[in-house]
């Protein structure tokens, strides 16, 4: 059985920062593309991060960018999301998902007209990340 499993959600100040992980089984993160996700409150899935088979291929939407890294341990099957410079708009659930190929590959979500990543399928429950003071 494919699965992901996310963790390091938590509560944390503005300006702090958590480290997010991705965890697999039943199948290798080294062949996939991983993106991360997150739903705020009362708000569509977002994509915010995504890296490929190859760690040259990074991308970060303008949300995020410059505040989180993300990065993968193909030892460990598991990719990292580091975030920092917290502010109360990070707030939500963060999810990864897998897809079936190597790259990243940039969409608006058909449906919640959301930016997203093609193809991302095999997701996580989600982790809760609470910025507050």
């Known amino acids: 059985q494919l699965q992901l499993v996310e963790s390091g959600g938590g509560l944390v100040q503005p300006g702090g920062s958590l480290r997010l992980s991705c965890t697999a089984s039943g199948f290798t993160l080294d062949y996939h593309a991983i993106g991360w996700f997150r739903q705020a409150p009362g708000k569509e899935r977002e994509g915010i991060s995504c890296i490929g088979v190859s760690d040259s291929t990074i991308d970060y939407y303008d949300s995020v960018k410059g505040r989180f890294t993300i990065s993968r341990d193909n030892a460990k099957n598991t990719v990292y999301l580091q975030m920092s410079s917290l502010n109360l708009d990070d707030t939500g659930v963060y999810s990864c998902?897998?897809?079936?190929?190597?790259?990243?590959?940039?969409?608006?979500?058909?449906?919640?007209?959301?930016?997203?990543?093609?193809?991302?399928?095999?997701w996580g429950e989600g982790t809760l990340v609470t910025v507050s003071e």
């Open positions: 998902a897998a897809s079936p190929g190597p790259g990243c590959i940039r969409e608006i979500t058909r449906g919640t007209m959301m930016p997203g990543y093609y193809g991302m399928e095999s």
